[in-house]
């Protein structure tokens, strides 16, 4: 039983739209927060600590926002361009969203940088 190149795509492109979801969701609930949003899991972040909360918040919902809408490329090809569908377009959609993790890291450290404030 083989399973045709538009059936993998599909599916994975339906993934890829979840997954996208949740980012852009963080994204909406980061910039919405009242108080300082956090980037690593367990860590809490005091607003005394942040020069500016709605500032910082408005950044890191812009950071997971923009690394959210890198999932829904696959879904755009098929639905604008289902032409174009092949494995080289899962392949480089899969390679940009995961060298966006460290993208995020890097992001992140900047807006942590431009808006921590610092005891020296």
Same mark, same amino acid.
């Given at each position: 039983? &083989? /399973?045709d190149?538009?059936?993998?795509?599909?599916?994975? *492109?339906?993934?890829?739209? =979840?997954?996208?979801?949740?980012?852009?969701?963080?994204g909406?609930?980061?910039?919405k927060?009242?108080? $300082?949003?956090?980037?690593?899991?367990?860590? &809490? @972040?005091?607003? *005394?600590?942040?020069?500016?909360?709605?500032?910082?918040?408005?950044?890191?919902? @812009? =950071? +997971?926002?923009?690394?959210?809408?890198?999932? !829904?490329? $696959?879904?755009? /090809?098929?639905? !604008?361009? $289902?032409?174009?569908?092949?494995?080289?377009?899962?392949?480089?959609?899969?390679?940009?969203?995961?060298?966006?993790? !460290?993208?995020?890291? +890097?992001?992140?450290?900047k @807006?942590?940088?431009?808006?921590? /404030?610092?005891?020296?």
């Amino acid at each position: 039983m &083989e /399973i045709d190149t538009e059936t993998i795509f599909i599916t994975v *492109s339906i993934v890829f739209f =979840m997954v996208g979801l949740v980012f852009v969701s963080i994204g909406v609930y980061a910039c919405k927060r009242k108080t $300082p949003m956090y980037f690593y899991a367990g860590t &809490e @972040i005091s607003e *005394s600590d942040i020069t500016d909360v709605k500032a910082y918040n408005r950044a890191n919902g @812009i =950071m +997971w926002g923009g690394y959210g809408l890198l999932y !829904f490329i $696959p879904i755009c /090809i098929y639905l !604008f361009a $289902p032409d174009k569908i092949n494995d080289t377009v899962l392949s480089v959609t899969t390679t940009m969203c995961i060298l966006g993790i !460290f993208a995020l890291l +890097w992001i992140y450290q900047k @807006i942590d940088e431009k808006y921590r /404030i610092h005891n020296e």
